[in-house]
């Protein structure tokens, strides 16, 4: 298990983002950050599965969670080895049991989401069954992970055109993960819970991207029964949610929200009031990040 929590990200980190000079709308000169992006090839034990534009970092926990959220690694599987190669911009992981996923790999789809984000045509098999636990989420709890989230330094305040994904436990974070993609993100959060043994089912999952049917598929099979964004929903991932008990909380910002699935988790023990409203600098980076 790893103590070293929390799991914030690094802004200053010189290989995740770099200058680039420009000019602005007058024609003056300016000069901004902007989000790295290169790719990121996963295979599993020897089978090539998929490459995924990443901003690099975490490259370990991305390749396990991807791996982990379609389905590719089971719960009780052992894995022996995760190799990186940041020459050949390729990890490996291996596992004790030996796979074969060619005709799953063939079924592949392009997502909604941005960047490389990949589903396959039977990810829903893995909610078959699947009951979520019933713990209380506390309005008290939201607004102070909204206002922690929204104020702790990251690539999204920065540079924005990135996601980012926190695992949060009550009011508390314990991952932040950025990405280019927010199924990136999301599962590098994966791969970090599986490799350190993390149980979902008395967390909370933050996004600042949209709430689509990826996204709660996968919060869904990470056991995590409430999933929070800054942004909107799409019909179908509010559809799943209400089918697999998952609370979905999004229009996160300031005092407010909306719950479209899961209400009966909801303690209202905080008055919306003493929220205030979202910072203005937080609303201008939203916007590129959405």
């Avoid at 999204?156 to 695992?167: C, D, F, K, R, S």
């Avoid at 991952?175 to 043994?197: Q, S, T």
Wanted: charged share 25%.
């Amino acid at each position: 298990m790893d103590t070293a929590l929390p799991i914030l990200p690094l802004p200053d980190d010189p290989r995740l983002t770099r200058k680039v000079r420009g000019h602005d709308q007058t024609g003056a000169e300016t000069e901004i950050s902007v989000v790295e992006e290169r790719p990121l090839t996963i295979f599993l034990n020897s089978q090539e599965i998929v490459t995924a534009m990443t901003i690099g970092d975490y490259p370990e926990y991305l390749a396990v969670g991807f791996l982990r959220n379609q389905g590719m690694l089971r719960a009780d599987d052992v894995v022996t080895g995760v190799d990186y190669d940041d020459d050949l911009e390729v990890v490996v992981v291996r596992t004790e049991r030996a796979t074969s996923y060619e005709e799953k790999v063939k079924k592949k789809t392009r997502t909604s989401g941005c960047a490389v984000g990949t589903v396959f045509g039977d990810m829903m098999e893995g909610l078959e069954g699947l009951t979520l636990p019933q713990a209380e989420l506390r309005t008290s709890w939201l607004y102070a992970l909204s206002k922690a989230i929204n104020t702790t330094p990251s690539l999204y305040l920065e540079a924005g055109a990135i996601h980012g994904t926190v695992l949060c436990e009550r009011d508390r974070m314990l991952v932040y993960m950025e990405d280019v993609g927010r199924h990136n993100a999301v599962d590098k959060i994966a791969g970090w819970m599986f490799r350190n043994g993390v149980d979902g089912g008395d967390k909370i999952l933050y996004t600042t991207g949209r709430l689509t049917s990826e996204m709660v598929i996968k919060t869904a099979q990470m056991g995590i029964p409430a999933l929070a964004s800054r942004s909107g929903f799409t019909a179908w991932g509010v559809e799943i949610a209400q089918q697999v008990g998952l609370t979905l909380i999004g229009r996160m910002r300031g005092q407010r929200f909306v719950c479209l699935s899961g209400e009966g988790r909801l303690i209202r023990d905080a008055d919306p009031a003493a929220a205030g409203e979202e910072d203005r600098r937080h609303r201008r980076k939203g916007a590129q990040g959405d």
